[in-house]
């Protein structure tokens, strides 16, 4: 018969909390730009809008002041958790507030496509008087702007990666693919992108209208562009959402820490009875784990020592329960 099961705990965090993720100075930097950036194309629209009689671009210039609000929102994500970063009433760092940020995002790049699909929709049954010239000359240069910021946004998100990763790992492990993106960055970018691409939609859409007098194009064009945005949006809702509720229980480190414990089930009866894992950073993970064993080798710090192959995993939470033979 066995003895009665003895319980060891251990709840000792391997890294600070505070240290699991540090905001990135380059995408804050880089979102900022392209506030100002947008912000300057958005009155350069309106104004153009009013003085050319142009719904079009009046519409377009409006429909910029939702972006410059999302992007500005993930501004100010990072100046949050930048400014709260050593708060200790956040228990695992502030990187959910970057991931709040990128999940309103997302709800107003749906509103957005909502709005662009009922105005095209609108136009196609009441179609209006388009000034071509004036209204391809600002579009080329929307787009043109466009591009500089999806270029300023890349370039934040490619030193932002290279800062992340540029230290050596002393182990071997799949990569995780996109789940160490920056979220809020992410959102900044596809909000950058979906302009960019209504743009380049709009100025086929006008020069169609202006050489062969297919004023319909317009409003279609409009159409697709905003299906195309709602998709982006969709992905990016379902990415931060994942991270906002704790599902990451499919993620491939689970199965990784798992498997760390198998060889030992034949020799000594080790199971993992309860496992749980969140992330707490772009790149960081805790772990909170019970075990039942009959080795009695089997303590706390060495579940750690087999868990520091997973780098990742910064904080973890062990409870043994020893059988006696």
């Excluded at 697709?224 to 993620?251: C, K, N, P, Y």
Aim: aromatic content about 8%; glycine content about 10%.
């Amino acid at each position: 018969m066995d003895a009665p099961a003895k319980q060891t705990h251990d709840h000792s965090p391997w890294q600070h909390a505070h240290s699991f993720h540090a905001p990135s100075a380059a995408a804050e930097r880089g979102t900022r730009q392209v506030v100002w950036i947008t912000l300057v194309m958005m009155v350069i629209e309106i104004a153009a809008g009013y003085g050319y009689n142009s719904m079009a671009l009046l519409a377009d210039g409006w429909h910029m002041s939702s972006h410059v609000l999302a992007i500005g929102l993930s501004a100010l994500a990072y100046a949050a958790a930048r400014r709260y970063a050593q708060d200790g009433r956040f228990a695992f760092g502030t990187w959910k507030i970057e991931v709040l940020a990128s999940f309103a995002s997302a709800i107003v790049l749906l509103g957005i496509a909502g709005m662009m699909i009922y105005s095209s929709i609108e136009r196609l049954f009441t179609p209006q008087a388009i000034q071509y010239r004036e209204a391809l000359a600002v579009g080329v240069l929307g787009l043109g702007v466009n591009l500089v910021c999806a270029l300023v946004l890349a370039r934040a998100g490619k030193h932002d990666h290279h800062h992340g990763h540029g230290h050596g790992h002393g182990h071997d492990h799949p990569a995780h693919g996109d789940h160490h993106e920056d979220l809020n960055l992410k959102a900044a970018y596809i909000h950058v992108l979906a302009d960019a691409v209504t743009s380049v939609l709009a100025i086929v859409a006008l020069l169609a209208g202006w050489i062969w007098g297919y004023g319909w194009l317009d409003p279609v064009a409009g159409i697709g562009g905003a299906i195309l945005v709602a998709v982006w949006a969709f992905g990016l809702l379902r990415q931060s959402g994942t991270a906002l509720l704790d599902r990451e229980m499919d993620h491939p480190v689970v199965a990784e820490i798992r498997a760390l414990f198998e060889p030992d089930h034949a020799a000594h009866g080790t199971s993992i009875t309860d496992l749980h894992v969140w992330r707490v950073g772009s790149q960081a993970y805790a772990c909170a784990m019970s075990l039942v064993t009959h080795d009695a080798a089997l303590t706390p710090a060495a579940v750690r020592r087999r868990l520091a192959v997973h780098e990742e995993i910064v904080h973890v939470t062990v409870e043994i329960a020893q059988c006696g033979g």
